[in-house]
């Protein structure tokens, strides 16, 4: 998996959400709420075969770390959290 694919999501300092690759100055995308922003990232992470996902919280602090793996996979990991 490279680590230049991976995002995250945080909240701005006007309150909307980023969806930023991790290597970038600028955000991808910008979105009113954190639902859509992490959908966002999803649908990215998805399309360049996969990275990690990094969700912040309003605080700032690391929230959730989701892994997206490329394509279908038939047995996958009991994620409680996911």
């Known amino acids: 998996m490279s680590k230049?694919?991976?995002?995250?999501?945080?909240?701005?300092?006007?309150?909307?959400?980023?969806?930023?690759?991790?290597?970038?100055?600028?955000?991808?995308?910008?979105?009113?709420?954190?639902k859509d922003a992490i959908a966002a990232g999803k649908r990215l992470l998805e399309k360049q075969g996969g990275g990690e996902?990094?969700?912040?919280?309003?605080?700032?602090?690391i929230r959730s770390k989701d892994t997206i793996a490329p394509g279908h996979d038939p047995n996958?990991?009991?994620?409680?959290?996911h």
């Open 76 to 81: 996958p990991p009991r994620d409680k959290e």
């Open 4 to 34: 230049d694919r991976d995002r995250t999501i945080s909240r701005r300092p006007d309150g909307t959400w980023a969806n930023k690759r991790n290597d970038a100055d600028r955000a991808t995308s910008i979105h009113d709420t954190q």
């Open 53 to 61: 996902l990094t969700t912040k919280g309003v605080d700032g602090k």
